[in-house]
């Protein structure tokens, strides 16, 4: 459902996202990564994020689910947008870091696992992951989307299960679109451990 929400409000959705300042979570996360680093943008929504690391001199793959997203990221960036959900990744140490800015949050609980299993596999070692999650406990649809909220216990619970990766920070913060709506965000950057890769479940 959260899909055809994005596919029909496309252009909607970016005009209203494509000013928000993420700075701050830029700079927390680019701390982490080498100059000219490979980035994949997951869930990238309308390019914005993607636009700032390529300006800064980033890899950048784009990739989201909705086609009409995919349109709006390549209309902004002038580059090719992978059009695909997040189980269709088969990436194998391709990047030092994965940005997940408010698309994990569409996976639930349960499926996020194994969404995390791919990108485990697909950072390479040492590689981050940053992700975003409206703060909750619920799972939800709104508007037509599905949510899967996050609470730091959550997410800590969810990171213990899965095993694949380590916390380097985790913080909560205001909403950054320009509307003024009331909305905090639990943010996290992860760093791949060195496990063994696990199978993902069925």
């Known amino acids: 459902m959260s899909l055809d929400y994005y596919d029909a409000h496309a ?14 979570a830029y700079d927390r996360f680019l701390a982490y990564l080498p100059a000219g680093a490979a980035i ?3 869930g990238c929504g309308s390019g914005r994020d993607s636009l700032c690391f390529m300006k ?42 994965i940005w997940a800015c408010a698309s994990l949050l569409h996976v639930s609980e349960k499926e996020l696992e194994n ?17 975003s999650w409206k703060y909750g406990e619920a ?3 709104d508007g037509g989307r599905f949510y ?5 216990e959550k997410l800590r619970r969810v990171l213990a299960r899965v095993g694949l ?13 320009p509307s003024g709506r009331e909305q905090k965000w639990l943010n996290v950057v992860w760093r791949k451990c060195h496990r063994e890769d696990p199978v993902v479940r069925k």
């Open 11 to 24: 252009k909607e959705y970016a005009e209203l996202t494509v000013k928000a300042d993420m700075s701050p």
């Open 40 to 42: 994949l943008d997951a």
């Open 56 to 97: 800064k001199g980033y890899d950048v793959t784009m990739l989201d689910a909705s086609g009409e997203m995919c349109k709006c990221a390549e209309a902004l960036t002038g580059q090719k947008a992978l059009c695909m959900g997040f189980h269709e990744i088969e990436f194998a140490d391709r990047f030092d870091g």
């Open 115 to 131: 969404v995390l299993v791919k990108f485990h596999r697909a950072l390479k070692r040492d590689g981050v992951l940053y992700a």
């Open 139 to 141: 799972e939800r649809m």
């Open 148 to 152: 899967c909220d996050m609470t730091e």
């Open 165 to 177: 990766f380590d916390c380097l920070e985790c913080w909560v913060a205001e909403d950054a679109l």
